[in-house]
Every structure is written in structure tokens, then in C-alpha cells.
């Protein structure tokens, strides 16, 4: 709606990805890239995600292979992920530090390797997160490679409701709502979440948002709009160098 700003949107899907899309954003004052690739409900593969905000002086990052389920109370889950991945979270981990708050409701779906992190812009620290980029998305591919289709039909249909779950958390709680509404307004806005972005809500699942989380119902049966409803956040990285969760490490 100003006139300046260019939005490009991708999206394809292939054998074991159900969806992989790309959103970019980019005006006179900054760049936005909102890459993710979903597997297909016949594996529990970890969501691929990477979300970076660029300005003339502040960069904001999240890179991940977010878990599909739980890494925190099923720790099988987590060993067959993400063991072998720790050295090189801890390796990002040095060189792109925490970046403060995060709330324990957006931590549930982030894994112990996830990059979150802010930096002043630097050709350093852009060549540093293109290499994260690329070597997260090269391991986040070799697990693709190796994953075995899932026959049990109680676990394919656990792997698509957690996937939905998912999905309707992001459509709702995304931070990069507020910009897009900006640029396009609320309606569009909407739609390209809920359609483009996190598509996969009509199909995959009914559930809504607050079967999914009754703690962020008002009293008048909206949704709170809070991004959180527990109030504690975490000001440093809440996984230590092994990959388990530090319980201690928020702050109210």
C-alpha cells in the first residue's frame, strides 16, 4: 500500500515436502526473508524455518529445524534429531549470541539448536549468517534424505495434528503480522498467513486455535491477543551445551 515496497512469493512441493515457500519483503528501509519447508504427515521430520529482518541498523534472526514434537518431554525425539546436530548449534550459537527475551509459550515449538539472535548490520555478520543458513539447510536436507516413510496410520495422524498444531499457532501469534498488515492490510494480511505462509490449517486438521491453547481465551470467547499468557521469558539460551533444557533461565 505504499507504493515502495516489493513482496515475491514462492512455493513448490516435491517428494517428502509438502510445502516449501518463501516470502520476501524488501523497501528502501529494509529486507525481510520468511523461508520454511513442511514435510509430509508420513514423516516427523523437524520444520525447516528461517525468518530474518533487516534494517539499516538493527537485524533480527531465527534459524531453526523447529521440532515437530515435543524435544523438552520426549526425549527420543529429541536424540533422533538433534543429537548429532549440537556441535553445530553450539558453533552458531558463539558466533550469532542469544538475543534476548523469548517468551516459554514460542519456546515449546524452537529447538536446542535454534538460532535467535539480533546484530547490528556488518558484512561479518552477514557472511557468518549466510553460513549458518546454508549448513543448517544442508543438514536439515540429509535428514530429509534419510527419513523412512511412516506406515502406522496413528502416527501419521499424530505427525499431521502436531504439524496443524503448528501451523495455527504461527498463523495466529506470528510476529511479522503487524508488518503485513502495514503493507497490505488486515484482510490480505490474513489471507497470506493463514493460505500462503502457514497453508495447510483447512487441510490438515479442524482444531481450532483455542482448542489447541484454552489459556488464551477471554472471557468473551476471543483470543488474547498476548503473545504471552504465562508472563515468563527467557533472557539467555535455555539449552546447554549438551542440548538440555535449562529450566532456570527465565525471567518473569
Known amino acids: 500500500m505504499d ?8 512455493s513448490f512441493e516435491a517428494t517428502k515436502v509438502r510445502l516449501l515457500r518463501s516470502l520476501c519483503i524488501e523497501s528502501q528501509t529494509m529486507q525481510v526473508l520468511d523461508f520454511a519447508v513442511f514435510p509430509e504427515p508420513e514423516f516427523d521430520m523437524p520444520i525447516f524455518c528461517a525468518n530474518f529482518f533487516s534494517s539499516a541498523n538493527t537485524n533480527i534472526v531465527v534459524l531453526d529445524l523447529n521440532p515437530l514434537h515435543d524435544v523438552i518431554s520426549q526425549r527420543d525425539y529429541k536424540e533422533k534429531y538433534y543429537k548429532g546436530l549440537i556441535p553445530l ?20 515449538f524452537f529447538s536446542p539448536i535454534v538460532i535467535w539472535t539480533r ?12 553460513s549458518a543458513f546454508m549448513d543448517y539447510y544442508k543438514a536439515w536436507l540429509e535428514l530429509m534424505d534419510q527419513a523412512v516413510v511412516e506406515t ?3 502416527k501419521i495422524m ?18 511479522g503480522h503487524g508488518l503485513l498488515k502495514k503493507l497490505i492490510g488486515e484482510t490480505q494480511a490474513k489471507d497470506l498467513l493463514v493460505n500462503f505462509l502457514f497453508n495447510g490449517i483447512d487441510e490438515l486438521g479442524s482444531k481450532s486455535f483455542l482448542d489447541y491453547f484454552p ?3 477471554c472471557e468473551d470467547g476471543t483470543i488474547n491477543q498476548s503473545r504471552s499468557i504465562i508472563g515468563k521469558s527467557f533472557e539467555s539460551r535455555p539449552w546447554d551445551g549438551k542440548g538440555e533444557f535449562i529450566s532456570n533461565s527465565f525471567e518473569n
Open 158 to 175: 499424530c505427525n499431521r495434528e502436531a504439524q496443524h498444531r503448528y501451523l495455527t499457532w504461527r498463523a495466529e501469534k506470528d510476529p
Open 89 to 108: 548449534g553450539l558453533k552458531y550459537a558463539e558466533l550469532l549470541p542469544w538475543g534476548g527475551k523469548l517468551t516459554s509459550e514460542s519456546l515449546k
Open 215 to 217: 489459556e488464551y481465551c
Open 3 to 10: 507504493g515502495k515496497s516489493e513482496i515475491e512469493m514462492l
Open 152 to 154: 502406522n496410520a496413528s
Open 119 to 130: 546484530f547490528t548490520s556488518s558484512s561479518y555478520k552477514y557472511d557468518v549468517l549466510y
